[in-house]
């Protein structure tokens, strides 16, 4: 009887719909809770602000979704699964790149406009500028492996990525903190709003459910248009490359957009340019041991507009010392020209 009801079209639509509002409350929710967490997690271990949204902050909203690619390479079968894994690491960075920047950019124009704060990026570029190295090196490499077929090369390769990120770690962590351009203030943890100093199993507690949140909203989210897709006969090619990797960049975009509004910068980019050196070099890494590393001329395309999105971006801050948001959410063009070509001429 209730899979009658939902037969119908009126039905099915609006309960999707109300899936999708679903999951937008739940991201939300487990993206206050997460970037709370996180933010009382840096203060009681006194890291540096840059620190907490480059690491912290990028590996544990990039951790769900790294495990796709792992799964999907050294557990699968068949080749087809293989290719997702490959789809899954490169799809990150080019959605990092292309999409999330620029939407965080137009998002900083759209806050001056009405008021809520000016149109400029309060950040440490320094830190922005070695986030942006650390990535094109390594995703330079990982281009290089596609057009050297030497599986030696390629584990060589791969390690010298684990070693690049390990590196990157150290010089976050060893960086000296400085005061926050916008609202330092940390308001009390959910978990323990009376504590001024809330213990570690609170606030691992209170990140954990938060992350839980967004992974789950981020899922209720590809179901929804997953299933909506089907029903509307949209193409196969649009989902894949518009819904799916929206939705699993959705924690990243989550929490750089809500920290953008609370005026706290340095988390809002570090947390994006943090997790595309991530993305650039652990995932990347398991790509290279555990596949051929043969890539179409499509998934090629993706590593080179990411790493040219990236390049723009660092040749803006080395040639006026910052950003220019209506220039950095220029590079959407990259993403709305391959989205376009890859319609008009196919997979």
């Not at 990525?161 to 400085?178: C, N, P, Q």
Request: with cysteine; glycine share 10%.
């Amino acid at each position: 009887m209730f899979r009658g009801f939902l037969a119908r079209p009126q039905v099915t639509i609006l309960f999707y719909a109300g899936l999708f509002l679903a999951s937008v409350v739940i991201t939300l929710g487990g993206c206050h809770l997460f970037t709370n967490g996180i933010e009382w997690l840096g203060k009681r271990l006194n890291i540096s602000e840059g620190a907490v949204g480059s690491v912290f902050a990028a590996v544990g909203t990039t951790l769900p979704e790294t495990s796709i690619p792992i799964i999907a390479i050294f557990f699968g079968a068949r080749g087809e699964q293989t290719e997702v894994g490959l789809g899954a690491i490169l799809g990150a960075p080019f959605m990092l790149s292309t999409l999330v920047l620029p939407i965080l950019a137009s998002l900083l124009l759209l806050y001056a406009k009405i008021g809520r704060r000016t149109a400029v990026f309060k950040l440490n570029y320094g830190e922005v500028r070695v986030d942006i190295l650390f990535f094109l090196i390594s995703y330079g490499l990982a281009l290089t492996c596609a057009v050297i077929p030497s599986r030696v090369f390629h584990g060589a390769v791969a390690v010298v990525l684990i070693g690049l990120y390990m590196y990157y770690m150290r010089l976050k962590f060893s960086a000296e903190d400085e005061e926050s351009e916008g609202d330092s203030a940390i308001e009390p943890l959910l978990f323990a709003r009376k504590s001024l100093r809330p213990s570690y199993p609170v606030i691992g507690l209170q990140g954990i459910i938060g992350l839980l949140g967004l992974i789950w909203g981020a899922h209720l989210f590809v179901t929804a248009a997953e299933s909506v897709s089907a029903e509307l006969q949209v193409s196969p090619l649009i989902l894949a490359l518009l819904i799916a990797p929206l939705a699993t960049e959705l924690p990243e975009m989550s929490n750089s957009f809500l920290w953008l509004y609370r005026k706290k910068d340095r988390l809002a980019v570090g947390n994006v340019t943090g997790a595309m050196v991530f993305q650039g070099t652990f995932p990347v890494s398991v790509g290279l041991l555990g596949t051929d590393w043969v890539l179409g001329q499509m998934a090629l395309a993706t590593m080179v507009l990411a790493v040219v999105a990236m390049a723009m971006g660092l040749l803006q801050i080395l040639w006026t010392g910052y950003w220019r948001p209506w220039l950095l959410s220029g590079s959407a063009l990259l993403y709305l020209g391959y989205s376009v070509f890859l319609y008009s001429h196919g997979p």
